[in-house]
Structure formats: structure tokens, C-alpha cells
T-cell receptor, first 113, second 114 residues
């Protein structure tokens, strides 16, 4: 299994507070991703990174920011959490090869009250 | 813009029978990859099978195969000899090779009946 660790695994926070989710990989893959999963919506891309300090927006990036200061770490920050950001968040990595699938972490369940 | 459509929110299949899960996609690119994932109730995402747009043969991986019809832009997953452990959510995904974004469909929940 790909070495991907997400932390925390569960978090409950209040509306308006900042939240940071961490993704750590041991595969030395160049590409890292943050998705959110909601019923009826599947997985939607929030942000992704194609290298250290290189990031780009996905389809649902509003309200989220990311940072990647090292190859192995990709942080997702909710600057001011809202109830609509209650979701399961998945980090994923890819080598970038044409037939390379995404490998996922185990997810973080975030509840914003 | 690329898009994945899975029109079956839920499906049932009898144990030991085959089942087809539908996936259609929209892209203007000629080079792309299609992926299927399984998500059991425990929540992890498991990669099942890959099909490249230029692959001439349909992909197969054990009991999983892809019915790839490029002209129709469909990449249906076929699971043969269904097992109770196949009960899960299944997602179709696509990556256009000019980008590094992977786009997912909304998923199909499969229930295998004993």
C-alpha cells in the first residue's frame, strides 16, 4: 500500500475557526491532491500540487487554501470553517505517469458545528 | 471541460452473477486515462482497473474488466461472478493526459445479494 497518512482522522470544530488537515506521503510522488466526498457528489477536487510550492485550484476551491513546503507534506487549510465544509476529506498522490492511478489516504472526517 | 457521468445511483446483483456498472465521460482530448475505484463501507478508496484511450484491448484485472467503447465515450465496469465482498460504492474517474487532474463521477452503490 502507498504510504499516505492523513491527520487528524476525525475533527469536530466550530463555525468560524481555522482548521488545517495534513497529508504526509513516503512515496516521493510529485503530485498530491485534496478531495472532498459528499453524498450525491462523489469526490470533488479542491486543490492539487505538482511540486513543492506549486499548486493549482480544483473545482471546489473556494474557502480552502493549500501549502506544500516539502515533497512529502501537503496541507489543506479552511481559513474560517463553515457548516457547508462538513465532509470527508481525502488526500491522494500520483507519480504522474500516464497510467498512474491515484492512491488515497484513509480520509479525514470533518464536522463543522 | 471533462466530465464523468454515472447514471446508476444503486444496483443489486445476485451472488455469482455478473454485473455492469455504467460510466460515460466527456472530454475534448484524444489522450486520457479512465480509472475505476471501489469504496467499501470501511471508507478506503481502492484502485481496481485502468484503461488508456489508446489501448486497443479492453482492460482486465481478475474478475474486473472494462467494456471500453471510445466512440460512445463509455467505460463500463464489468464484475464477473459477484461476491458478497463486492458490495461497495464504485467510482469512475478520468484524467486528461494534458493535465494532472483526476475527475470523478458520483458513484454507484452495488449490493450483492446472497
Amino acid at each position: 500500500d502507498a504510504g499516505i497518512t492523513q491527520s487528524p482522522r476525525h475533527k469536530v470544530t466550530e463555525t468560524g475557526t481555522p482548521v488545517t488537515l495534513r497529508c504526509h506521503q513516503t512515496e516521493n510522488h510529485r503530485y498530491m491532491y485534496w478531495y472532498r466526498q459528499d453524498p450525491g457528489h462523489g469526490l470533488r477536487l479542491i486543490h492539487y500540487s505538482y511540486g513543492v510550492k506549486d499548486t493549482d485550484k480544483g473545482e471546489v476551491s473556494d474557502g480552502y487554501s493549500v501549502s506544500r513546503s516539502k515533497t512529502e507534506d501537503f496541507l489543506l487549510t479552511l481559513e474560517s470553517a463553515t457548516s457547508s465544509q462538513t465532509s470527508v476529506y481525502f488526500c491522494a498522490i500520483s507519480s504522474g505517469d500516464r497510467d498512474s492511478p491515484l492512491h488515497f489516504g484513509n480520509g479525514t472526517r470533518l464536522t463543522v458545528t | 471541460a471533462q466530465k464523468i457521468t454515472q447514471t446508476q445511483p444503486g444496483m443489486f446483483v445476485q451472488e455469482k452473477e455478473a454485473v455492469t456498472l455504467d460510466c460515460t465521460y466527456d472530454t475534448s482530448d484524444q489522450s486520457y486515462g479512465l480509472f475505476w475505484y471501489k469504496q467499501p463501507s470501511s471508507g478506503e478508496m481502492i484502485f481496481l482497473i485502468y484503461q488508456g484511450s489508446y489501448d486497443e484491448q479492453n482492460a482486465t484485472e481478475g474478475r474486473y474488466s472494462l467494456n471500453f467503447q471510445k466512440a460512445r465515450k463509455s467505460a463500463n465496469l464489468v464484475i464477473s461472478a459477484s461476491q458478497l465482498g463486492d458490495s461497495a460504492m464504485y467510482f469512475c474517474a478520468m484524467r486528461e493526459l494534458g493535465t494532472y487532474k483526476y475527475i470523478f463521477g458520483t458513484g454507484t452503490r452495488l449490493k450483492v445479494l446472497a
